[in-house]
């Protein structure tokens, strides 16, 4: 089939290159001329594992091609996915002004049958807003259908979950573009459901919600597992053998972040109110994630004392693995936290240093994670990356004036840690 991608950020462009992976013929349209050119000269501008291949292999195979033109994308292709941001407003809701704009660019490009599906993640109803705006700006008076197609996959795994996804929601209004979508994921092995629009766009934001439930639900038991010596992690393993319950997104840590949870929160709970409805608990979901981070950095202070022109290593800047975005990153936020104490800081992280200079001033970036701890007198585990479990743990305990870990995403055991001779504080246990 043919598709254009309208929005090459993460969701746009490891789905354009995923559906050209899987035979359809691609145009990924952005209006950053910059970021256009790179790609066309077969550069990545984000750290995405698997992604650079799957580009190479099909922009050579002639599948995948880009283009600043959304007119040439919309004249060229039948189904046209939006895929650009919904960035956060101060007042927490989402600001629909690049979706609003692109709706309209569509309406002035089409001069036949199109369906327009919303990728990017938005508040319930703006499918019916989406409609309204192509019909008002389509000179043409031609045919379209709007649809809700959620995107649930993670960073970091992007390429995995979008071939192989759990689901697949298509919201619809009438059933005329019902065949095309579910022959576009055709050769995918996953479920396919078909719900009205909202809730489709209901599913997305619950799911989300719903995960950061999860990780809030845990890190609130984290905090009666300290109070009472119990360990988190046995809590959550024994809590994860219930098929009712599963064991994913039951990791305790400092916190979530990134440009999705965080986001999505705060936007349901706005939806929410602007329809008259309280989701109170998903306040609540927040609360526990502030005060997640404020309590590890008073266990980083209750241990140091004064952090005044202590030396802290800290390992890990993205807001999780395998990922260099560091949008709303815990890492950089207790950066921020222990620099306004006054520590001096000595950072790495596998992928993410490059973007963190942007949002960091003042630290010590450190290519080797083996050299963070040289000098410090503390080293802080902020970020998930796998390969930190292969710390040259005991150069680390030599290399710092005195051996004190703390562990936000509890990589380490604490008997083991102990052994080693380390004072080790993580979450929960
Ligand atoms: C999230 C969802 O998982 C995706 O399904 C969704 O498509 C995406 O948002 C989106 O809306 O675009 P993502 O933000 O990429 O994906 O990352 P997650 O793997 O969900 O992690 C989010 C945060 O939660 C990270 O800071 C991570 O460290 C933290 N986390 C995750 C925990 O603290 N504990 C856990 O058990 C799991």
Known sequence: MKLTLIGTGYVGLVTGACFAEIGHRVICVDNDAAKVKVLQAGGIPIYEPGLEELVKKNVAAGRLSFTTSTAEGVEQSDVIFIAVPTPPLPDGSVDLSFIEKVAREIAAAMTGYKIVVD????????????????????????????????????????????LHPDRVVIGVKSQRPVPAMKELYAPLPAPVIVTDISSAELIKHASNSFLALKISYINAISVLCEATGANVEEVANGMGMDDRIGRRFLNASLGFGGSCFPKDLSAFIKIAEQVGCDLGLLKEVQKINAAQMDRFVKKISDTLWVLKDKKIGVLGLAFKQNTDDVRMSPAIDLCHRLQKEGAILRVHDPKAMEKAAAVLSDVTFVPDMNAVAEGCDALVIATEWEEFKQLDLERARKALSHPILFDGRNLFHPAEMERLGFIYKSIGR
Do not use: H, M, Q
Request: proline share 5%; aromatic share 10%; with cysteine.
């Open 119 to 162: 990728k990017s993640t938005v508040p319930v109803r703006t499918g019916e807003k989406v409609a309204e705006t192509i019909k008002r700006y389509c000179k043409a008076r031609v045919e379209f259908d709007v649809v809700s197609n959620p995107e649930f996959l993670r960073e970091g795994f992007a390429v995995e979950d979008l």
